[in-house]
């Protein structure tokens, strides 16, 4: 066998960074709960300093401010020994409601690699794994890391893209969010639209307590209501639009899925689709955020659809085209791309 030297070292020097990268990733999960991000933000700091403001070890914090350093999410002045965050690393790791806020992405990663144990499982016996099998940091950090993309894009774009949904959201309407999750998506529209009534559904009952105390923290609790049910069986009909957030290609059967969304729906009505983004082509895919959504696809979406009915597993970069032959399939004559972002596809779809 013949080794290109040339391309060994570049594939050696892709591992370096890929390995770090795995490793930093829990260090942005501890910095976040510390609460280190949010305390360095307050100012320039040496980890001495940033001990005394975080109520934290400084020999720890000296190593974790260095590892932060080294993959350029903080700033090191050596003269000073100091340790600061720029404006725009703020932004993304210390400000919670920024558009960019990026650490519950790293919630995520980390929630993956507790999964390895029923992964080896589910991939030697084709059996699922569940949403709910997941270890708790998922559902925070899916939370955490989808809400920022919703709060930029769904009230100013998404909704304005789709026929009539914001005039009949400011008149008054009857929005069904389903797999809402924490309710991230639920409430924003909540807040946006004060003159609409919205109910959240998802099957897993955990996220639904939890949605149900962040709907009474905000105050929306009387016209925002979570309920525990199904994409196949959520009650109520004469919707005026029914939303779901990357979670149809989670579903078991998402074919059945969209004939219930049919049948909720008024004849005037609009299913709104927010899928992650994702071309057509497998080939097409094959770059950074067809790299995130295919590993968490491997871990999280495919075995969730697996371990339903039909296990139809659509993945997370299930791409246009297979999207549209399940909505039609599922009794819906008018679908179209009404929105994009580097990583969400935005579809309205219409009886």
């Not at 000296?62 to 590892?67: I, P, T």
């Not at 806020?101 to 999964?115: D, E």
């Not at 499982?121 to 809400?147: I, K, P, S």
Request: proline share 5%; hydrophobic share 45%; with cysteine.
């Amino acid at each position: 066998m013949a080794i290109d030297e040339a391309k060994l070292n570049a594939f050696m020097g892709q591992f370096v960074n890929d390995f770090g990268a795995v490793m930093h990733a829990a260090t942005v999960v501890v910095g976040d709960q510390l609460g280190l991000y949010k305390a360095l933000a307050d100012g320039p700091a040496t980890a001495g300093e940033l001990a005394r403001r975080t109520h934290t070890d400084p020999r720890y914090l000296r190593e974790w401010l260095s590892a932060q350093a080294a993959s350029a999410y903080v700033s090191y002045a050596p003269e000073s020994d100091t340790f600061s965050l720029s404006e725009e690393q703020s932004f993304a790791l210390a400000q919670e409601g920024s558009p960019a806020f990026i650490p519950g992405a790293f919630q995520i990663a980390v929630a993956q690699f507790k999964a390895i144990p029923k992964m080896l499982q589910a991939m030697r016996t084709g059996l699922g794994v569940g949403w709910h099998e997941h270890d708790a940091a998922l559902f925070h950090g899916t939370e955490r890391f989808f809400r920022p993309g919703y709060a930029a894009n769904l009230v100013s774009a998404w909704i304005p893209a789709l026929e009539g949904v914001s005039a009949a959201l400011s008149r008054g309407a009857r929005v069904a969010d389903v797999g809402c999750g924490h309710g991230a998506s639920t409430i924003l529209m909540a807040q946006a639209f004060p003159a609409s009534s919205f109910t959240g559904f998802d099957y897993h009952e955990p996220s639904i307590r939890h949605a149900r105390d962040t709907a009474l923290k905000a105050g929306l609790d009387g016209r925002l209501r979570f309920e525990v049910a199904s994409a196949k069986d959520y009650p109520g009909n004469n919707y005026d639009l029914v939303a779901v957030f990357d979670c149809l290609h989670d579903m078991g059967d998402p074919v059945g899925a969209s004939k219930h969304v049919r049948n909720s729906l008024k004849s005037s009505g609009t299913w709104m689709i927010v899928e992650p983004f994702a071309n057509d082509k497998l080939e097409d895919n094959l770059n950074p955020v067809g790299r995130a959504f295919f590993s968490a696809s491997t871990f999280i979406c495919t075995p969730a659809s697996r371990a339903q009915e039909v296990g139809l597993c659509l993945g997370a970069q299930a791409g246009e085209a297979r999207l549209r032959d399940v909505v039609t399939q599922g009794g819906f004559n008018h679908f179209r791309r009404a929105a994009q972002t580097p990583f969400n596809l935005v579809f309205e779809a219409r009886p």
